[in-house]
C-alpha cells in the first residue's frame, strides 16, 4: 500500500554525485508495492545519464522538470523541454543527456518498480565501473548495455558519462 505523504522539494534520497548523473529517490517499489518507482534525475550540463541499454522489465516516462533533455532511440534522437514527457518502453535501446548549458532535471516513473536500485548502485560507484562489470550489474536488473553506442553518442555529443 503507498503511503499517503507529501514530499517537498528537498525531501528524499539523494545522491548528487559530482560531474555526474544525480537523482533523488522519492517513491520507491516497496512504498507501491512494485507497481512503480519515481525518481528524480539531476543532469549537470553536457552529462549522459546512463550508457545506451534497454530493458526488458519496465517502461519510463521522463517528465522534463528543468533544462534541455536530449534522448537517443536507436538512430533517432529527440530534444525535450520543460513540461515535455519522454517515454522510453521496455525492449528499445535508449539513453538521454542533458543537452544545454544548464542543469537538467528530469521526474521519472518506472513501471513497475525495481530498477531504482541499479541507479542507487550507480549513484554510490566511488570509481569508475568496467564494462563487464556493468552489464553483468545491469543483467541482473534484466538490462543489456551498449559501450559501444554510448562511446559513438559521447563523441558526437561532447558528453561526459
Excluded: Q
Excluded at 553536457?46 to 517528465?63: N, Q, S
Excluded at 525535450?80 to 543527456?97: C, I, N, Q, S, Y
Excluded at 521519472?108 to 518498480?113: D, L, R, V
Aim: one cysteine or more; proline letters at 6%; glycine letters at 12%.
Amino acid at each position: 500500500m503507498v503511503e499517503r505523504r507529501i514530499l517537498g522539494p528537498d525531501d528524499g534520497e539523494l545522491h548528487e554525485p559530482e560531474h555526474a548523473c544525480g537523482d533523488r529517490f522519492l517513491i520507491d517499489s516497496g512504498a507501491s508495492g512494485g507497481r512503480f518507482s519515481v525518481v528524480e534525475h539531476r543532469l549537470p550540463p553536457h552529462v549522459l545519464a546512463a550508457p545506451v541499454h534497454k530493458h526488458t522489465r519496465e517502461d519510463e516516462f521522463g517528465f522534463v522538470l528543468a533544462g534541455s533533455v536530449g534522448a537517443a532511440f536507436g538512430d533517432e534522437e529527440v530534444l525535450a523541454g520543460p513540461g515535455d514527457l519522454v517515454f522510453k518502453p521496455r525492449d528499445e535501446w535508449h539513453t538521454f543527456w542533458n543537452a544545454g548549458g544548464t542543469p537538467a532535471r528530469l521526474l521519472e516513473i518506472i513501471s513497475p518498480g525495481g530498477l531504482e536500485e541499479l541507479f542507487r548502485w550507480l549513484d554510490r560507484l566511488t570509481e569508475e565501473a568496467s564494462p563487464g562489470e556493468l552489464e553483468l550489474k545491469a543483467a541482473t536488473y534484466g538490462c543489456a548495455v551498449d559501450m559501444e553506442a554510448t562511446m559513438a553518442l559521447i563523441a558526437k555529443h561532447g558528453l561526459v558519462l
